[in-house]
């Protein structure tokens, strides 16, 4: 299959109004989705639009929705909307297209867009491809115009439809009333809805990252700057904190001492519960990817479940679980799909399977993790010249076979290069944390005399 020269694990993504985050590129793709799914689906195609809270957001909405217009589509524009509620009022409304404009956690300055199909489903790979080809040679969409135009409008309302959705995830026979919760919702996508979903399944909610002003989204805050809500929980002795990232699709959970739960305790402790309240599925598989510590897999397989990993991205969690009938998957950053109620990672409804975890087995979040021993490991960043795949390269296979062996069946290795810069990734997991380190500097040395 071609490269993407575009699309990355999750859409597109770059620095705002530098190219190809640009109005001009948004308004081509908005052409080319509506003119890829109005040669498969429908003539006048029904395109959601969501967005965070981005200053960007206003000109990437725009220009893409002028080219929805542009190609005889109908564009619904939803105003600030997490991920994963982007992906369910796509279909829930029978859309044919979902589309967010966002850059997760990354900072304002940058801004991105992911589209769904009308599974609320990433796109694959293949229809990506063909939008590239489009936005590459835009002579390749038909020109429209007269009557074959399109509209636009917005629709607040459907905000109102994600809310009942997500609250509807919690079991009945549980609610939150009696519990304190610290909501930070990023000054992103989930700032105003997340309070309330809480609030009306009866929790006193304290809420932080909730004024956003365009610039300050994810800024010392959210899912990836927890101290502020960590801080907040020991201050108002709240039972746990909940934050999420810019577009609301992951999370990072506090207990109430304080103490930020690992994910991949949180990956260790929903599969065990779904496990325990028969929700786990036929094929008693938990699905995570190659980032995920050992250690989960080891305490997952002390459960009778199985741990399948799939390359980095939730994506591909999905695809796999769409493959095999999986029904929970997640990595370690905070991505957890629960797939009976969502098809993409959702922070809001993870949040409240761990509260219900809580509510099963009437402890708190600290005595629940406690349980989950994490492995020691080890990464070392390698800078490289060249890509050859490892296991062509005799020297470094030889280092990994003496490595695997040392370590054992408790133990592993993974090496891989990064994505977006000239770097080898060397990371080594086991329980012995002097072998780890060992291990993982002579495989760093060897790897960086063979590619560097």
């Known amino acids: ?55 960007s957001c206003y000109m990437l909405e725009q220009a893409f929705s002028a080219g929805v217009c542009s190609q005889g589509g109908r564009a619904i524009l939803t105003g600030p909307l997490p991920t994963p509620g982007v ?34 489903h990433k796109l694959p790979d293949e229809i990506e491809l063909e939008l590239e080809k489009m936005l590459e040679n835009p002579g390749l969409i038909p020109v429209r115009s007269g ?15 994600y809310i009942v959705h997500t609250k509807a995830s919690l079991s009945p026979q549980y609610s939150l009333e009696g519990l304190r919760i610290v909501v930070d919702g990023a000054n992103g996508a989930g700032y105003k809805l997340a309070p309330i979903v809480f609030e009306e399944l009866g929790a006193e909610v304290i809420p932080l990252g909730n004024t956003p002003n365009g610039v300050n989204i994810n800024k010392a805050c959210g899912a ?29 959970i506090v207990d109430h001492k304080g103490q930020v739960i690992h994910g991949d305790r949180l990956i260790g402790l929903c599969g065990k519960f ?23 897999e080891f305490y997952l397989k002390e459960q009778g479940l199985n741990f399948i990993r799939t390359q980095v991205g939730d994506r591909y969690i999905v695809e796999h679980m769409k493959q095999s009938g999986a029904l929970f998957g997640g990595e370690p950053s905070g991505h957890l799909i629960f797939k009976k109620y969502s098809t993409t990672g959702d922070g809001i409804l993870a949040a409240l399977k761990v509260i219900e975890s809580m509510k099963f087995y009437d402890r708190d979040l600290a005595e629940l993790s406690e349980g989950i021993e994490l492995f020691p490991q080890k990464m070392e960043n390698v800078k490289v010249a060249k890509r050859t795949p490892f296991e062509d390269v005799p020297e470094i296979k030889k280092a990994m076979d003496s490595a695997e062996a040392k370590l054992g069946k408790e133990g592993r290795i993974l090496l891989r290069f990064s994505g977006t810069e000239p770097l080898a990734r060397v990371m080594v997991e086991g329980r012995d944390q002097k072998l780890v380190e060992t291990l993982c500097s002579e495989l760093a040395a060897t790897v960086t005399k063979a590619l560097s």
Do not use: W
């Not at 597109?12 to 001009?24: C, H, K, L, Q």
């Not at 009557?147 to 439809?161: F, K, M, S, T």
């Not at 502020?228 to 577009?247: F, H, I, P, S």
């Open 274 to 296: 779904l496990k325990d309240n028969q929700e786990i599925g036929p094929t008693k598989e938990v699905v995570g990817t190659v980032m995920s510590n050992f250690g989960v």
């Open 147 to 161: 009557d074959q135009l399109g509209n636009a409008r917005r629709l607040d309302e459907v905000i109102g439809r």
């Open 87 to 120: 992906a369910f009022v796509t279909q829930s409304m029978r859309a044919d297209v979902g589309v967010m404009i966002s850059a997760s956690h990354n900072s304002f300055e940058d801004n991105g867009i992911k589209i769904f199909d009308r599974t609320g």
């Open 1 to 55: 299959m071609s490269t993407r020269k575009f699309f990355g694990t999750d859409g597109i993504r770059g620095r705002a109004n530098i190219y190809p985050m640009t109005g001009e590129v948004a308004f081509v793709l908005g052409r080319a989705v509506t003119s890829y799914f109005q040669q498969n689906f429908s003539k006048k195609p029904l395109i959601i639009i969501g967005k965070d809270t981005r200053l």
């Open 224 to 252: 990836l700057h927890p101290a502020l809500c960590a801080e907040t929980v020991q201050k108002y002795r709240a039972d746990l904190g909940v934050c999420l990232d810019g577009d609301g699709d992951r999370l990072t």
